[in-house]
């Protein structure tokens, strides 16, 4: 049982450029989410999911694009990477919206 | 949608002292607040939650009290270890009810423990 699997850990983009955030949860769970965490802001929700197929705009949606194809799978995307999207992302799932799990981790950084 | 401040953004105790970390909130319908430690380098982790029909809840050295009054709920973290060194972050849901739609986060407490 992983849990919450982020890939990758770590990635360094170049601006404009494009990449996917893949994560995958084994718990069965309805809810999704993505997060990102800047110095001193907490963590933030970009975009988030209730169930296969759906998926709903968070407190800082801009710049990023998400799929939910499988109830297992949460896809987070940059269309056209910038410096203020380096920071680091974290997904979680939850059961019934409390009680949410962390994945690792993704560490980004956008030169 | 909610708003989260928390208190202290650092806090310095003796190993051995008590620790006390503060949230408000603003919407009074919120029912659910969850507190998560993160260690440097790694994901938040679920510690202590409480629902808002409970006014205080215990797992060993940590302690959770919610006034619903106030909108506000603290971490007590009692005889404080080395190893609760790490940055508590508390959160309550972004819209009335449970937190399907996600969670809003405090902007985190750095406790350290000086030896």
Redesign the interface.
């Known amino acids: 049982n992983a849990g919450v699997t982020q890939t990758p850990k770590f990635r360094v983009l170049k601006t404009g450029q494009s990449m996917t955030l893949l994560c995958a949860q084994d718990m069965n769970h309805e809810?999704m989410?993505w997060?990102r965490q800047d110095p001193?802001?907490?963590?933030?929700?970009i975009h988030?999911s209730?169930g296969e197929g759906t998926t709903?705009k968070?407190?800082v949606p801009d710049g990023y694009n998400v799929s939910r194809l499988k109830k297992q799978n949460f896809l987070l995307g940059l269309e056209s990477a910038a410096p203020s999207q380096t920071s680091v992302y974290?997904c979680a799932s939850?059961y019934?919206?409390?009680?949410?799990?962390?994945?690792?981790?993704t560490r980004l950084t956008v030169v | 949608?909610e708003n989260v401040e928390?208190h202290p953004?650092t806090l310095s105790v003796q190993e051995g002292d008590s620790a006390v970390i503060k949230c408000t909130y603003s919407d009074s319908a919120s029912n659910?607040f969850?507190w998560y430690k993160q260690e440097l380098g790694?994901?938040?982790?679920?510690i202590i939650?409480i629902r808002s029909n409970v006014g205080e809840k215990k797992d060993q050295r940590i302690a959770v009290t919610l006034n619903k009054t106030a909108k506000h709920f603290s971490l007590h973290i009692t005889e404080t270890q080395p190893e609760d060194s790490a940055v508590y972050?508390c959160a309550a849901?972004?819209y009335s009810?449970?937190?399907?739609?996600?969670?809003?986060?405090?902007?985190?407490t750095h406790l350290i423990i000086q030896p």
């Open positions: 809810y989410y997060y001193g802001m907490g963590l933030r929700l988030y209730v709903a968070g407190e974290f939850s019934s919206g409390i009680q949410a799990f962390f994945g690792q981790g | 949608g928390q953004s659910y969850p790694k994901r938040p982790q679920l939650d972050f849901p972004r009810g449970g937190g399907a739609d996600g969670l809003t986060f405090g902007k985190g």
